[in-house]
């Protein structure tokens, strides 16, 4: 019986953090259909209109990212003054994503467009939070219409599929995926690799198993479970920005785009590989992870 209770609350506290963060996301939402009724507010959800609801989200989230891993944010000074696509390796959950979204909002009043899967939208009652948080379908137009209006534009290549089958390897899991070096190249932007230190020791995927790649290559749907949630120290580092080529032009870009655009793809890879080779042990040691949190020689 003993070893039987042990065993279940060691299950129940590996999936209860993840559970946790599903309540907090719904709860979130409430609270901006709360704001949204009590101010009778009509108003684009990006609009400054849902700033002070937006920096009250945000802090919480900044507040819950401090305690719990610790999480520093470093290179935010690499970020451009104007648009620019931020490319990012995808965490089992992407909460660190999160943070960062949160942190960055706080430091710089700025809201960054996050690409999202498909199924995102399909979840039920996260219309309004998706709205306001500038959560936004992978679709080539509306990815330029954000960069034209000014706006920062995220996307992790690897999306569902490397949150689901990379592991603590850290390998990026990005297949052919090309379309965000075609739209920096069509918008004349450029391109900002992001990592988080640590991301796989907080939240696990079960090892890869045939029969659940085959359910996700055939529905599309994240049906692997995560598991985890141990507070283990938490680090977004932004690297150097890959420039986009002025020498390029229209005439040349729609002779090269497909050179060009497997050029810019390899730059980003690259980039984002070098950022995860410097900043996290392979394989990932939760251990030593945890350990972090004490290191204060590495703030």
């Given at each position: 019986l003993i070893i039987a209770s042990l065993a279940i609350s060691a299950i129940l506290v590996f999936f209860i953090v993840p559970l946790i963060l599903v309540f907090f996301i719904y709860f979130t939402n409430i609270l901006l259909l709360i704001y949204q009724r009590n101010n009778e507010v009509k108003a684009d959800p990006l609009s400054d209109v849902w700033d002070s609801i937006r920096k009250t989200i945000a802090s919480f989230w900044d507040i819950y990212?401090?305690?719990?891993?610790?999480?520093?944010?470093?290179?935010?000074?690499?970020?451009?003054?104007?648009?620019?696509?931020?490319?990012?390796?995808?965490?089992?959950?992407?909460?660190?994503?999160?943070?960062?979204l949160s942190r960055l909002f706080l430091w710089k009043k700025r809201i960054c467009l996050s690409v999202a899967d498909n199924f995102v939208f399909r979840?039920?009652?996260?219309?309004l939070l998706l709205g306001v948080t500038g959560v936004i379908p992978?679709?080539?137009?509306?990815?330029?219409?954000?960069?034209?209006?000014?706006?920062?534009?995220?996307?992790?290549?690897?999306?569902?599929?490397?949150?689901?089958?990379?592991?603590e390897s850290y390998q990026l899991v990005w297949g052919n995926r090309k379309g965000f070096a075609q739209v920096a190249l069509e918008a004349k932007v450029p391109i900002i690799p992001m990592y988080t230190q640590n991301v796989r020791e907080g939240y696990r995927m079960f090892k890869e198993r045939r029969f659940f790649r085959r359910l996700y290559e055939s529905t599309r749907l994240p049906f692997t479970p995560p598991y985890g949630g141990l507070p283990v120290k938490f680090r977004t580092y932004?690297?150097?920005?890959?420039?986009?080529?002025?020498?390029?032009?229209?005439?040349e870009l729609v002779e090269k785009v497909c050179k060009a655009k497997?050029?810019?793809?390899?730059?980003?890879?690259?980039?984002?590989?070098?950022?995860?080779?410097?900043?996290?042990?392979?394989?990932?040691n939760i251990w030593k992870a945890l350990l972090e949190r004490f290191d204060k020689s590495r703030k």
């Open positions: 990212a401090r305690i719990w891993h610790g999480y520093e944010l470093h290179g935010v000074e690499n970020l451009p003054e104007g648009p620019g696509i931020l490319v990012y390796y995808h965490g089992a959950i992407p909460i660190d994503y999160l943070y960062f979840l039920p009652g996260l219309k992978g679709r080539r137009e509306e990815c330029l219409v954000g960069l034209k209006n000014g706006y920062l534009v995220s996307i992790s290549p690897g999306g569902v599929r490397e949150a689901l089958f990379s592991d932004i690297g150097k920005p890959i420039p986009y080529d002025p020498n390029i032009t229209a005439d497997f050029l810019f793809s390899f730059q980003t890879k690259t980039a984002v590989q070098a950022l995860i080779s410097k900043h996290q042990t392979i394989p990932g």
